[in-house]
């Protein structure tokens, strides 16, 4: 508790800092560029651009701590257009009272020439004058703006930040939903292999090991080296010619010219998911044909099994596996995919082409 209460002190105390060197940054920035031909000694330069600072310091608070929480955030633009105009129009009144009565009188000199056009007329006969009253409001509102343009950049940052949080989880969350759905289906046919007393048992367990050290420990990160995800396939590939032997035909043709990088665990549901409903309940021959072809800052993998003649509709029993992908796709690669799906009478395929990132 104490902890963070006085690392919310800490928070607050620097952002105090910050709009203070900001004040400082916008006092000195009028003191240098104003015509110091004018001033008649230090303490009229001083003061006249005090009285300057001070303003835009009130027009910057109300707008900040006012208009934008009460009016420009919840979308109410015509009011905060108009109560924008009466706060820059009681700045400007506010300076030409300063000037009228505190500043003119005590340096008379220097506002010489000042009078002889505006000298004898009164405050809203000078508020009256347009293009004045247009070039003081802008003055007053540049520092405002500046920190509308800060807190906008500064938001947009903290968006940014929050949104690609919830894509780290959500990602997360989506393998951890495909890990236990593959390790199920592997111990299943490392099972069967036991029961049967194969001796391609031991061979099956290394290469499961395999397999779970890269999906345990390799690919954690939200891109992979694509021939990372190369091996893993020829693990699992391998795993199933095991187990189903010549009631399968698996080609898997590569042709990777470019090293490019790529979601992990992307390509594997497809590749499962043609295995499950492509050959279990295939009584006779089936085939897989995967295709993988990476060059040009573009992946593209296609796969098309073998449709048993009584098997159920297997676009309609994707389960989990395949929406899993598509929810990978939206979250890694917006905009940067396509994914055709072509459920024929006797064949499955998939067509994905991704976008390098």
């Known amino acids: 508790m104490g902890y963070g209460l006085n690392h919310l002190n800490q928070k607050t105390g620097f952002r105090f800092l910050k709009q203070v060197a900001f004040w400082i940054v916008v006092y000195l920035y009028l003191i240098i560029t104003a015509d110091w031909n004018f001033y008649l000694s230090v303490q009229h330069q001083v003061e006249s651009q005090l009285f300057m600072a001070s303003i835009q310091l009130y027009v910057a608070i109300i707008t900040m701590q006012l208009l934008v929480p009460h009016l420009l955030n919840k979308k109410r633009y015509v009011q905060f257009g108009f109560f924008l105009l009466v706060l820059l129009a009681s700045a400007t009144f506010a300076y030409h009272v300063s000037k009228y009565y505190y500043l003119e009188p005590k340096y008379s000199k220097a506002y010489v020439h000042f009078f002889e056009e505006y000298g004898y007329k009164t405050v809203w006969q000078r508020m009256v004058n347009i293009p004045v009253l247009f070039s003081k409001m802008v003055t007053f509102f540049s520092p405002t703006l500046l920190l509308l343009l800060f807190s906008f950049y500064r938001n947009q940052e903290r968006l940014s930040k929050l949104n690609e949080q ?122 897989i044909k995967i295709h993988l072809c990476a060059q040009k800052n573009h992946i593209m993998f296609q796969i098309e099994n073998s449709k048993p003649a009584l098997a159920p509709d297997q676009h309609k029993v994707q389960g989990i596996g395949l929406q899993n992908i598509k929810k990978q796709l939206a979250l890694l690669y917006p905009d940067k995919y396509d994914l055709t799906i072509y459920d024929e009478a006797t064949s499955y395929k998939v067509h994905l082409k991704l976008k390098a990132i």
């Open 166 to 287: 919830k894509k780290i989880s959500e990602l997360t969350t989506l393998k951890n939903q495909l890990n236990p759905h593959f390790l199920f289906n592997t111990l299943n046919n490392l099972y069967s292999l036991a029961i049967q007393q194969s001796h391609h048992t031991p061979e099956v367990i290394e290469k499961l090991a395999h397999i779970l050290d890269y999906m345990l420990y390799r690919c954690n990160e939200r891109f992979v080296p694509i021939n990372k995800e190369i091996a893993l396939i020829e693990n699992y590939v391998a795993l199933e010619k095991i187990r189903y032997g010549k009631r399968v035909q698996i080609s898997f043709e590569k042709k990777i010219y470019q090293d490019l990088t790529i979601g992990p665990l992307l390509l594997l549901t497809f590749i499962e998911n043609a295995f499950k409903h492509g050959v279990v309940q295939e009584l006779h021959e089936a085939y």
